[in-house]
């Protein structure tokens, strides 16, 4: 989700203030985090990831309208040391052309299991593309009434598969008193509500190799963000189990996640954040060991 003029002057002029850590929040850090340098116009903005099985590489996106694959680079003990990119795609309307910026907004991500991948857009008219074949034309998905009342720059942040290639949405705003999960089936349908809870809102999610849902939240506040990981359980999406909750400063604006597993069998979930190409944030990459369920 791109900073406003407001929001950026606001930043700014908070940037200064002392660190704190909100009541009742659980005392959680990354086990590691790497910062992405780079540059150029096909840099920066990153909404949302996706690693491979094997952990070594990742597709990534923009909410520029573009997205990335880069190699993993890790240490023997699997801690990143480097990203190297292989390539970069556009993201096209389904005639075939690029976006104007301002339906560009790419935010959520995740890949079929023929390789098709599907794409979550904000903006005047939220919507999902698939892309049968990487920097082709979009196919459109069908578009839910739902999505007219919410709101352009806190829609369908968060996009993901599950085991059975069925495409799930999640938007930021609430919708009658909840988060609403989407489902595709014969057209959308809710599969359930997820709760709003303790000021964080869902930006990013993903289904882990376990088959639960995993979801990204975020909170800002007084230019500083917070970031935590929840675990749903299919058919018990009202009642999310906090994982890890990081404390305000900690860590930049984390809007994407995926989660897998190491070779030892260990769960992780990988996040990325989104640096609005502002200089006075940063992209970087964290890791979280997450429990079993």
Do not use: C
Not at 139 to 157: F, H, I, K, M
Not at 204 to 214: A, H, I, S
Not at 250 to 258: A, V
Not at 259 to 281: C, F, K, P, Y
Request: aromatic share 8%; net charge neutral; charged share 25%.
């Amino acid at each position: 989700m791109p900073l406003t003029r407001r929001l950026f002057l606001t930043l700014a002029a908070a940037s200064a203030l002392p660190l704190g850590r909100p009541a009742g929040a659980i005392a959680a850090r990354a086990d590691s985090l790497f910062r992405w340098e780079g540059g150029g116009p096909f840099f920066g903005g990153f909404s949302g990831i996706r690693l491979t099985p094997g952990r070594d590489r990742a597709l990534v996106v923009s909410d520029r309208g573009f997205a990335l694959r880069v190699r993993l680079i890790r240490d023997a003990a699997g801690r990143l040391q480097a990203v190297e990119k292989i390539d970069h795609f556009t993201l096209r309307d389904p005639e075939g052309n690029e976006m104007p910026v301002h339906r560009a907004d790419a935010e959520g991500l995740d890949v079929g299991p023929d390789g098709t991948l599907y794409v979550s857009f904000e903006g005047p008219q939220p919507r999902v593309y698939a892309y049968p074949e990487l920097g082709g034309p979009a196919v459109a998905l069908p578009v839910s009434p739902d999505w007219r009342r919410l709101p352009r720059n806190a829609s369908l942040e968060s996009l993901a598969l599950d085991a059975r290639g069925v495409v799930h949405v999640l938007p930021e705003a609430t919708l009658d008193g909840g988060h609403p999960l989407y489902r595709l089936r014969d057209g959308w349908e809710v599969a359930g509500m997820i709760p709003s809870r303790g000021g964080f809102r869902p930006v990013g999610m993903d289904f882990g190799p376990d088959g639960n849902l995993y979801l990204l939240e975020r909170k800002f506040r007084l230019a500083f963000f917070a970031t935590r990981i929840s675990r749903l359980r299919p058919g018990a999406w009202d009642r999310p189990e906090t994982l890890v909750e990081t404390s305000l400063g900690q860590l930049d604006n984390h809007e994407g996640i995926s989660v897998t597993r190491d070779r030892a069998g260990q769960l992780w979930a990988t996040t990325i954040s989104d640096d609005n190409q502002l200089r006075l944030q940063n992209t970087e990459i964290a890791e979280f060991r997450l429990p079993e369920a």
